[in-house]
């Protein structure tokens, strides 16, 4: 989708952010949007009478039911697991009967296999007791993280017991916490570091300890001010009481600040390889909110099966700050904050900038959702494309110095396959180009279809 172009004049943005940390090439600065929802406290959905918690919530391969059809699950259970490869097990967030083990809406993959549960309205909600987690050896915590089924919920969800264990010669010094949260309308992040700010610091001294480094960063934009402050007494607080040096770094507002590569090198200096991964350069990112749920899942013993997320955008009729089980339906979302309004347009998943459109209500939340957009009509670009005017902002605006004009072009000349000269695989689809395109091009679309076509 194209996002509407509304961003500030760049003298006057730089004049303004001049003393905070950022990226050096490219980025560009959408309107935020965020005042719908940052104020608001994160409310608790009331829990729905059925869900499809999908078994294909994470990088790898997807998991496989471990439950049969009419089995009574508890909320906590493993209903999920995966046999071989990289995943994470998959957890019942309610308690209840197994009603069918059939297919669901997929945010991404149009559909895939999923379990649906039927709640038990009789139940309680299950209680976790903290246990001292500074008791347990490096390897327990690896498999509590492991067995909670913890993944990157910020991004692709990618199983975080692996990232959490680099091969021991990367050398890795640095933990940087990712609360950048730079895409516009989200604020889930936000709430979290300001209502919960002991869990992300206690998280953090978990994969400090992981990692046997001392050294961790949080890197906030600067428009979190609240957060910012909250976050730093917290840590000031956990390091009084012989905690690890954790910092808090303000950052530009600048997307995509949050980008793993931009946000290594806005903190550190250090610039992650073209096709490298963060401990090339001696670096673990995670997202705050893993880092929370690494936290409920060491400390407490609790899995990932509820997690927070924005529901957003003028077309919704009460923007909020939710805690939903994962396999809510977004349909009962919409039935909670009053329905649509006759304004909506596009339903997005995730941020405006690099989230999906999707083209039904029926769709469950997985562990990675970090948003849903309903954007109205003057939220959106409608306008049609037209041919590359050869104006060059799209290379100006691409924090990987790539030549996305020239992509799009071979694209529609039909020689897909010969992109990779103009760093393809380097892309990481973060929309900036599009978004700065005076022609409208979709320039991520054509990405992907070149990316689909090289690797075929
Ligand atoms: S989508 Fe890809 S090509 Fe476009 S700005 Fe982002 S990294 Fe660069
Ligand atoms: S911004 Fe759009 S019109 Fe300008 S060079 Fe890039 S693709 Fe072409």
Redesign the pocket.
């Known amino acids: 989708m194209q996002y509407r172009n509304r961003f500030p004049t760049g003298i006057f943005r730089a004049a303004m952010t001049a003393s905070l940390l950022t990226f050096p090439k490219g980025g560009v600065h959408p309107s935020e949007s965020k005042d719908l929802t940052a104020q608001l406290p994160i409310e608790t959905l009331p829990i729905p009478d059925e869900l499809d918690i999908l078994l294909s919530q994470h990088f790898g391969a997807p998991a496989s039911a471990v439950v049969k059809k009419k089995a009574e699950v508890s909320e906590g259970d493993i209903i999920g697991e995966v046999e071989a490869g990289l995943g994470a097990p998959i957890h019942a967030s309610v308690t209840g009967q197994i009603k069918a083990i059939s297919t669901a809406a997929h945010p991404v993959s149009v559909s895939a296999e999923s379990i649906t549960i039927r709640t038990d309205p009789d139940a309680s909600a299950r209680e976790y007791e903290p246990c001292d987690w500074k008791t347990l050896s490096r390897d327990d915590l690896l498999a509590k993280i492991k067995d909670a089924g913890i993944v990157g919920i910020g991004g692709a969800g990618f199983p975080t017991h692996v990232k959490l264990a680099p091969p021991s010669e990367a050398g890795v010094d640095t933990l940087i916490l990712n609360g950048a949260e730079c895409e516009p309308y989200l604020t889930t992040d936000h709430r979290l570091m300001l209502e919960h700010p002991q869990k992300v610091i206690e998280g953090a001294e978990i994969i400090l300890s992981v990692l046997e480094i001392q050294d961790c960063r949080i890197g906030v934009e600067s428009n979190k001010g609240d957060a910012i402050e909250t976050l730093g007494q917290a840590a000031r607080d956990n390091a009084a009481k012989g905690g690890p040096r954790i910092t808090i770094d303000t950052l530009e507002v600048k997307y995509p600040q949050g980008s793993e590569k931009q946000l290594i090198q806005s903190i550190t200096g250090r610039r992650v390889p073209g096709f490298g991964l963060p401990f090339d350069v001696k670096v673990i990112v995670q997202n705050v909110g893993t880092a929370a749920a690494i936290y409920d899942a060491v400390v407490l013993g609790k899995p990932l099966y509820e997690k927070v997320i924005t529901i957003s955008g003028r077309g919704i009729r009460r923007p909020a700050n939710l805690q939903v089980k994962i396999g809510t339906r977004l349909r009962d979302i919409v039935d909670y904050l009053g329905g649509t309004t006759p304004e909506l347009a596009k339903v997005v998943m995730g941020g405006p900038m690099m989230g999906f459109a999707v083209p039904t209500l029926d769709i469950p939340m997985t562990k990675t959702t970090s948003g849903v957009l309903f954007l109205a009509e003057d939220e959106i670009d409608t306008r049609p494309h037209s041919q590359?005017?050869?104006?060059?902002?799209?290379l100006d605006a691409c924090p990987m110095g790539l030549s996305?004009?020239e992509i799009?072009i071979y694209v529609e000349a039909g020689r897909a396959e010969d992109t990779s000269q103009f760093g393809l695989f380097e892309c990481f689809e973060c929309g900036s180009?599009a978004f700065?395109?005076?022609?409208k091009?979709p320039?991520v679309q054509f990405i992907r279809l070149a990316k689909m076509k090289a690797k075929k």
């Open positions: 590359c005017i050869r104006c060059g902002w799209c996305p004009n799009g180009c700065v395109c005076p022609a091009r320039l």
